[in-house]
Nanobody, 122 residues
Framework: QVQLVESGGGLVQAGGSLRLSCAASGRSFISWTMGWFRQAPGKEREFVAEVEWSGARSRYADSVKGRFTISRDNTKNTLYLQMNSLQPEDTAVYSC???????????????WGQGTQVTVSS
């Protein structure tokens, strides 16, 4: 059974940092694109970032560019999202996803995690 399990969410003050992790199990995602999405209350799910299998290529939503960094450790089958300079508008449930192609920014993924809550207080 394939599972993506996120961790690292929590409550942080504006300007603070958090590091999210997504542990994958049930198969290897070494050749897959992996990424992060978020959904705030009452809003649509939005793309945050994605990284290709080697980690050499990544893409970010304009809203997080320069503040968030996506990375992966294929030896641990784990995806990360380092979030700096957090703002209240970053408050959302953050979920990881995996897909075989470079299409996560379009919302197309084969596997999704359940998500971890990130709350940024002003």
């Amino acid at each position: 059974q394939v599972q993506l399990v996120e961790s690292g969410g929590g409550l942080v003050q504006a300007g603070g940092s958090l590091r999210l992790s997504c542990a994958a199990s049930g198969r290897s995602f070494i050749s897959w694109t992996m990424g992060w999405f978020r959904q705030a209350p009452g809003k649509e799910r939005e793309f945050v970032a994605e990284v290709e299998w080697s980690g050499a290529r990544s893409r970010y939503a304009d809203s997080v560019k320069g503040r968030f960094t996506i990375s992966r450790d294929n030896t641990k089958n784990t995806l990360y999202l380092q979030m700096n300079s957090l703002q209240p508008e970053d408050t959302a449930v953050y979920s990881c996803a995996a897909g075989p192609l470079w299409t996560l920014s379009s919302g197309v993924a084969d596997y999704w995690g359940q998500g971890t809550q990130v709350t940024v207080s002003s």
